[in-house]
């Protein structure tokens, strides 16, 4: 491998064979100098430059290592969105519609002998309730998972899902208008699934205000609460995964939660549109 010196600027450059001195530094630098410097003052300034050159190739590889650590992160995290869509798909398709065709049998059952035995209609009600309870669940359940408007409608659609289904008034303030990376945008959904549901069961609120918008190449997500505050980031698991989910693609999160001030939650992340 042919090893040359750079200046400053990147360029290569020959070592000078002009009468001027050259120390060279463990053969990855030089110093140019007049022959008749002090030998001690080469020494010292050599010392500093080694001294630094070790200094920037420790600053390079921890660099780099903590660009791997974060590139594993988002792969941690996508990887876990995609599961997180195959389950959903999976119930959906798969138990969710065996239930709602079990139901439809009991129906049919009911109608055409439950008039003749009320102790029957009464068992067969009864059951066509559970199985309903049970699919109104399991699309709860589904919808925990990564709801399918997500998906499909994009952040947007998903959260003006999200706020008809809160047992709170939820005014959803603003929400782009065209779709983010998939990522990006579950990362945004569940900061708001995060905020919404421990404004609903914590913060003893009476509203909830979310708004979603992208600036200067960032998604801003910010959810607003007027209930008792003294939330903490670290008080749980939820904000905590969320704070970890928002990082792993290089955002942040952070909560604003003065006691009986209502609570913040903002979060931040880098998007391409």
């Not at 040359?4 to 064979?17: C, I, M, Q």
């Not at 009320?118 to 309870?133: D, T």
């Not at 699919?135 to 589904?142: G, H, S």
Request: with cysteine.
């Amino acid at each position: 491998m042919r090893r040359v010196y750079v200046d400053e600027a990147g360029r290569v450059v020959d070592l000078p064979e002009d009468g001027r001195a050259v120390t060279r530094l463990a053969d990855v630098a030089a110093i140019v100098h007049d022959p008749e410097l002090d030998p001690d003052l080469v020494e010292s300034a050599g010392a500093a430059a080694r001294l630094a050159l070790h200094n920037a190739r420790l600053q390079a590889d921890v660099r780099a290592q903590l660009d791997k650590v974060e590139e594993s992160r988002r792969r941690i995290v996508t990887a876990g969105d995609e599961q997180r869509q195959k389950i959903e798909r999976d119930l959906h398709d798969g138990a969710q519609q065996r239930l709602v065709a079990l139901a439809l049998e009991l129906r049919i059952a009911q109608r055409q002998l439950g008039q003749s035995d009320p102790e029957l209609e009464r068992v067969l009600s009864q059951a066509v309730g559970e199985l309903q309870v049970a699919v109104e669940e399991l699309r709860e359940l589904a919808r925990g998972v990564h709801p399918a408007v997500l998906t499909e409608e994009g952040l947007a659609g998903a959260l003006e899902s999200l706020a008809s289904r809160t047992p709170l008034p939820v005014h959803i303030a603003s929400a782009p208008e065209g779709r983010l990376p998939g990522e990006i945008e579950a990362a945004a959904y569940f900061v708001a699934c995060e905020a919404i549901a421990n404004a609903v069961k914590h913060a003893q609120a009476t509203e909830i205000r979310v708004c979603a918008e992208g600036r200067n190449g960032r998604l801003f997500i910010e959810v607003e609460d007027d209930g008792v505050g003294g939330a903490r980031e670290n008080g749980g698991s939820g904000l905590r995964g969320l704070v970890d989910r928002v990082e792993a693609h290089g955002g942040t999160l952070h909560v604003e939660s003065e006691p009986g001030r209502g609570t913040r939650v903002i979060g931040e992340l880098p998007c391409a549109s």
